[in-house]
């Protein structure tokens, strides 16, 4: 019997059509991945408490700069697989996959190592509340257990987007979360195990989405076996993996570190502040889903049309992800302005956390109406393979702009977690601007990988 294929060819057919399909599985596969972290922060604080869910927010976020680190280079793994895809190179594909999985295996290790050593050192540096701080420890050590299964995962699904396929994904991110849900309940509200059982049944519910990719891949007709022998590195691969996705891993890593510099300043401003940002924070991941989404599915769209030489086209599938972002992010945008009190009260029902929340998503919300242009802008020139220039503006907005803004406003001037907020905007509008010169200047058609 036949096995299956995991190919979707992006080069032919209905841009819009082609978008929509590839997006809406992508986006839901976030947005049931971001209830991970809104599961164990729901139940923790309806079981355990305004300590508890700083906690879990700060051990999530530190886990979460380390997960940013490895999608970069997955993303990046994405874009050579399917410009390779895209121009008929299978060796290419092969090679690809067997390397970066390769190197992902033996940097998910040594990142694990290094950082239950360094975790003390890392609390005391994001000024963790004395009340949180063993919730926020025990979080921490757990997930960093399961770094080889949270690298894996997201080497998988790049993989899978490369090829074109985002609904496999989403079926088993579906699974494991379900999963998850059933174990944080059981972990911290039968057993009370607080934060450290949250991060238990995260752990659990990653290594599953794992092994159910792995089981998939295999009864498919996957171009890497599994077998120990094909865990190689090609060096050819490599640098190239390494020139793609590096750039993009220092970006999600600066992105990243930016808004731990406002989490270590909400925290100095008490524990129902660092809650708030939080909240806040795990909401917003809610939020932007409909523009990471399509901004990724531009990507993945350009990088196979970029392949087959179709500039036209990538330039297309540019347009048309923008204006579906924005017509989703302005309705969001328009509902966090009327309800914020409503949708802060489902996670913490401390009436200090909601005033204080609702100071900090005032402004922090209208990052919404600014992020559709970003990240479909980000995604056109990351599927061209010219992340060095993407990643040179997203250090840009977050050193020269999230970080000075949230220090001015929210510590030197003393406004609060309303100036907090107006960090991320900023930044966003920055990055948008940056990366519309350089899309003006049409250097992004010369493709970095394949050459026509």
């Known amino acids: 019997m036949r096995k299956a294929s995991i190919e979707t060819n992006l080069t032919e057919g209905s841009v819009a059509r082609l978008l929509i399909q590839f997006a809406l599985p992508f986006m839901l596969s976030n947005l049931i991945q971001s209830l991970y972290n809104v599961a164990d922060m729901l139940i923790v604080g309806n079981y355990s408490g305004t300590a508890a869910i700083s906690g879990v927010n700060i051990g999530g976020q530190i886990t979460l700069l380390l997960t940013n680190l490895i999608i970069g280079l997955t993303a990046g793994g994405t874009v050579i697989i399917g410009q390779y895809l895209g121009s008929g190179d299978r060796k290419g594909v092969k090679e690809t996959i067997g390397t970066l999985l390769t190197f992902l295996l033996v940097v998910g290790v040594a990142f694990t190592v290094i950082m239950l050593i360094l975790s003390n050192e890392v609390l005391r540096l994001m000024k963790t509340p ?34 074109g396929d985002s609904r496999r994904p989403l079926i088993f991110v579906t699974i494991a979360c379900a999963i998850n849900v059933v174990l944080d309940i059981l972990f911290v509200g039968v057993y009370g195990m607080e934060a450290k059982g949250a991060a238990i049944a995260t752990v659990i519910s990653q290594a599953i989405s794992m092994i159910l990719c792995i089981i998939y891949l295999k009864r498919s007709d996957f171009a890497f076996d599994f077998r120990l022998r094909s865990f190689k590195f090609y060096k050819e691969r490599f640098v190239k993996i390494i020139q793609i996705g590096l750039p993009l891993s220092i970006q999600n890593v600066i992105v990243n570190f930016s808004f731990l510099v406002l989490t270590t300043i909400a925290n100095s401003m008490g524990v129902n502040a660092s809650a708030a940002v939080g909240i806040v924070g795990k909401y917003n991941g809610f939020a932007i889903l ?17 392949g087959a030489g179709k500039v036209d086209r990538a330039k297309k599938t540019f347009y048309t992800g923008f204006a579906l972002a924005f017509s989703i992010t302005s309705i969001v945008f328009v509902i966090t302005q ?30 919404y109406l600014i992020v559709p242009a970003t990240f479909c802008l980000n995604g056109l020139i990351t599927g061209t393979g010219h992340t060095f ?22 510590s030197v001037l003393q406004k609060g977690l309303w100036g907090l907020g107006l960090a991320a905007p900023t930044a966003s509008l920055a990055a948008g601007l940056i990366m519309f010169v350089y899309y003006a200047t049409g250097k992004w058609k010369k493709s970095m990988i394949v050459r026509h």
């Open 338 to 367: 009327l309800f914020p009190q409503q949708i802060l009260s489902i996670f913490d029902d401390d009436p200090n956390t909601i005033s204080a929340g609702v100071e900090y998503i005032r402004t922090f919300s209208f990052d």
């Open 130 to 163: 004395d009340e949180a701080w063993q919730q926020a420890r025990d979080y921490l050590d757990v997930t960093l257990l399961g770094t080889v299964f949270i690298f894996g995962y997201n080497a998988f699904s790049a993989i899978m987007r490369g090829f």
């Open 290 to 306: 409909p523009a990471i989404a399509v901004g990724s599915s531009v990507s993945a769209m350009v990088a196979q049309n970029m």
């Open 389 to 410: 220039i993407s990643s040179v503006c997203g250090i840009l907005s977050s050193i020269g702009f999230r970080v000075p803004m949230a220090v001015i406003f929210g």
